[in-house]
């Protein structure tokens, strides 16, 4: 089984492409996991100030308009 395939005169462009989509995914999953932690340290922040999620309330505590 040969591992190297014959790629003809466009070789160059077809490995930079491939290339290029391996940085694109790898810069993206880079991006997505240090956007994670930076959300989950501001949910951290904002939980230890006291601020809850409105949809964690029970509905006798809520406040009545009418």
């Not at 040969?2 to 290339?19: Q, T």
């Not at 790898?26 to 949809?55: C, F, H, M, N, P």
Request: proline share 0%; no cysteine.
């Amino acid at each position: 089984m040969n591992l190297f395939v014959d790629l003809g005169a466009h070789a160059a462009f077809i490995v930079a492409a491939y290339g290029m989509a391996v940085l694109i995914v790898i810069a993206l999953t880079g991006w997505v996991a240090l956007d994670y932690r930076a959300q989950k340290r501001r949910l951290a922040k904002l939980e230890a100030d006291g601020v809850t999620r409105r949809s964690g309330r029970t509905s006798d505590t809520t406040e009545k308009t009418t």
